[in-house]
């Protein structure tokens, strides 16, 4: 079974566009993340939600907005899609005490 | 200075080397200490997790955290062509009002050669 999953794996869109980036996990956990991973592999926060309430809101343009319906879900839309969106996100998701996390299998986002 | 330092590589070393792969950090707050691997192409997935000083083994993978130096390594064994893939290291601070909040290092290239 899946722990963490995203939807969809290739996401490919022209600039100025809208889309959205699903994420779900089974491990019922309380606190889940969004990540942008640059070409260089470096790992960013951009997101995390605890309990459906925003904890961390890193310094990402406000054209980004995760939406939580649920403790299982953290999806995230992206207005105005510029070409430096392109990157790999990864949703990940952990415990609401001390906890590791849990990665998701990623989102190539190309944005041409 | 960033709160985890950690060498980009690439490493190279031949089938059956002993590998050791090193992360500073800054923070003596920080309390929990992990490596990840990441496959090409596929998402993080957790390899040792510990939060105290010392060594903590799984197999041919040796995580070693000295919170003195604040200094965390992982030594792999016999490596294998499968040990090959970006490792990360990550620290963690739990505060009550914030949550767990994650440092990565920027990852260590290793290709081990058959």
């Known amino acids: 079974d899946t722990a963490v999953s995203q939807t969809p794996k290739y996401l490919v869109t022209q600039m100025g566009n809208d889309k959205s980036i699903k994420c779900e996990q089974n491990l019922g956990h309380d606190t889940m993340y969004w990540y942008k991973q640059d070409s260089k592999k470096f790992l960013k926060i951009m997101f995390s939600?605890?309990?459906?309430?925003?904890?961390i809101n890193e310094t990402v343009p406000n054209r980004f907005s995760p939406k939580s319906p649920d403790k299982a879900h953290l999806n995230l839309h992206i207005n105005s899609l510029e070409l430096g969106d392109s990157a790999v996100y990864f949703c990940?998701?952990?415990?609401?005490?001390?906890?590791?996390?849990?990665f998701g299998p990623g989102t190539r986002l190309t944005v041409l | 200075q960033k709160e985890v330092e950690q060498d980009p590589g690439p490493l190279s070393v031949p089938e059956g080397a002993i590998v050791s792969l090193n992360c500073t950090y800054s923070n003596s707050a920080f309390q929990y200490f992990m490596w990840y691997r990441q496959y090409s192409r596929k998402g993080p997935e957790l390899l040792m997790y510990?939060?105290?000083?010392g060594n903590k083994e799984d197999g041919r993978f040796t995580a070693q955290v000295d919170k003195s130096s604040k200094y965390i390594s992982l030594f792999i064994r016999d490596s294998q062509p499968s040990d090959s893939a970006t490792y990360l290291c990550v620290v963690n601070m739990h505060r009550w009002n914030t949550g767990n909040q994650f440092y990565f290092g920027t990852g260590t290239s290793l290709t081990v050669i058959p």
């Open positions: 510990t939060y105290s000083s």
């Open positions: 990940a998701s952990s415990q609401e005490g001390p906890d590791t996390q849990y």
């Open positions: 939600y605890n309990n459906k309430e925003l904890i």
